[in-house]
């Protein structure tokens, strides 16, 4: 949101940011308001899972800062004892984030951490503003601590070694990892003085001996004494002092720059102290308004609805790795993270930026695609021979991670490469990316399972093998773009194939994946003939992702009675949340931060509910209320989408999930033209 305009629930990553363009561009950093839920009854707010060259390589997991009363003999910390926080953007078009905790020492009195957090442009680099205000001046110290942790997302390589420097003057942290290189560096304006006030360099999680950590000595000892430590191996976190006496105002510069030698990354975090913040705010600022001048502003003349446009646009401009690729989020859970890269994902968020304009973004994630397709005679699980298809996510480098078949992430960038096509006119877009389709359609030709249909896959969800609904409508959707893609490219006969099979394919998703007389009523399920144990069953409970055969898919229409009965189950409460109209992936879903079934719903399932209720005639404001009404009450305390909201409508789960910011900006551009945007072909 935009400072000031309301409070919201804290959630778990509130914010992101980056630069639009520069070397700013590849550092991704995250903010997290701590709701009491999920931490110990923590309310702080903190810099967190920050990422350089590689939106999938963290440079370290945490930036606390803590607060030293001498008088009182009591240490307070960003996370752990803030009473109170507010995450907030700037302007929706532009991502500098302002962070602000607030905390109330034993003796009653209390004092306000203000943060502005923003990524320089042209140096791989952090830059952050601090002021600290204490009601009382009594003694204190500033602290800064940062756990370091420069690591792939797989978690399975730390930090090397962490060590104290100073040169001309500056005192620097620097950590490294084979040929990554972090360094911190802070700076008081006001007395011209970059050095630190004690320093220590230790390991995470050791609370004794000589590399004993940081937090242990600031935080746990509390004794208002750092014990001075240079280097430390192995997973390493690093505090560095400011004393400031008996002031009650207090502004300081942090700064934090990347390279690939120590000498680069130090440079990058001086740059930024020397230019100082108001230069590297004016630069960021223009910039991103520079890149949303090419794009699309929201459309809809409703202040709130087109900040959260403009938001959703920031956000996966963001994520967009320079490499060309968009991240699912920039979202960490306990087991895994979503800094991966799924095709399917990428698709609608190619499908968002198409309708928004920002055609540059679309052809580069396209390209990505293209340059990451399996070539032929690679087998993947099940032994089956992948060549065409893709890899169910992958590194942003396009190194695979998990490896099974989605039949959305096969027809799904045909589907990509037609709409780029037509939305930019531009011949060279079908030429340029003819062959991945060809092949990816050539896969989908050889998988039909003898009877009319596709043979099994994954279903979107990712739990279950089987004649998945959205799958097979992605597999249809899929050949019917390459069908048009062929008839371009004067491939005729090419052409024929894919529409004849596409058409039988189409003729038969009902006898595969309708259902009646289910415990739930009539409805598209998530697959038929499922493999394994998952209850409810998925060939017999209802399944959100059905409603992508809608939009995008165009394979069933919003019309079609077994439709229409599936989205009006969509109503039901064992569906939905409770207390807010934000259907459930399907009723009794698990995938939540308890891993039980929790009342709540999926922002992005209700989308595609949405626009089937709005196309279906069921209700003719579904995707108007969506965008005017219920969108901002799920929304993080920045404005941003979640993944999963709970009961009542407050985040729940993985608050930057970029699929959610698509499908808001395509419900948007749909409701403005008055007919939904990047439907596939028909048959």
Known sequence: ???????????????????????????????????????????????????????????????????????????????????????????????????????????????????????????????????????????????????????????????????????????????????????????????????FHGHRVGRQNHSFGDQRSAWADIYEDEDGWLTPNDVATGRVDAGVGLYVGHEQEVSWLTGIGFGTTHRDAITAATNVLDTGYDPIRDSFHAAWNDWHEAVRDGPTGDPTADRMYDLSMTSMKCVQDPRGPMIAGAFKPIHFEYKFVWPRDQVILIQALLAAGASAEARDALAWLDSVQIADGVRGPRGIERGGSWWQNYFVDGTAHWRALQLDQVGGPIYAHWLTWRETGDDGVLDAHYEMSRRAAEFLLQWDNGWGFPKKSQDTWEEVWGHATAGSAAAIAGLRCMAELADASGDDVFAGQCRDQAAVWAENIDRYCFKQDTPYGDHYVTADAPEGNEHPAPDSRPDAAAFMAVWPWNVVSATHPPMQSTVRLADEQWWRADKTPCVDRYPGDDYTPTGTAEDGGWPLCEAYADMVRWLGGVDDDAVSDHIFEHAESWATAAGLLPERVDGNGDVRWNSNLQWAQATFVLLVESHVRGVPFGMAPDG
């Open 1 to 195: 949101m935009i400072h000031g305009e309301r409070d919201t629930p804290p959630s778990d990553k509130d914010a992101i940011v980056s630069a639009p363009r520069g070397v700013g561009k590849t550092v991704l950093a995250t903010v997290n308001q701590y709701p009491s839920v999920h931490k110990r009854g923590c309310h702080g707010a903190l810099v967190e899972e920050t990422s350089a060259f590689r939106s999938d390589i963290e440079q370290f997991s945490d930036l606390h800062v803590l607060l030293w009363d001498a008088d009182l003999e009591q240490v307070l910390d960003v996370r752990e004892d803030a009473v109170a926080s507010s995450v907030s953007y700037d302007t929706s078009r532009v991502p500098e984030v302002h962070i602000e905790n607030q905390f109330r020492f034993v003796s009653g009195y209390e004092a306000t951490l203000s943060q502005d957090l923003l990524v320089a442009v042209d140096d791989r680099a952090l830059l952050l503003r601090n002021h600290v205000s204490f009601e009382q001046p009594n003694e204190h110290t500033i602290y800064t601590l940062v756990n370091f942790g420069i690591e792939d997302v797989l978690g399975i390589d730390g930090v090397d070694e962490a060590y104290y420097a100073h040169e001309a003057g500056v005192d620097y942290i620097v950590a490294y990892d084979f040929d990554r290189f972090v360094a911190l560096a802070q700076r008081r304006p006001s007395a011209g003085d970059s050095t």
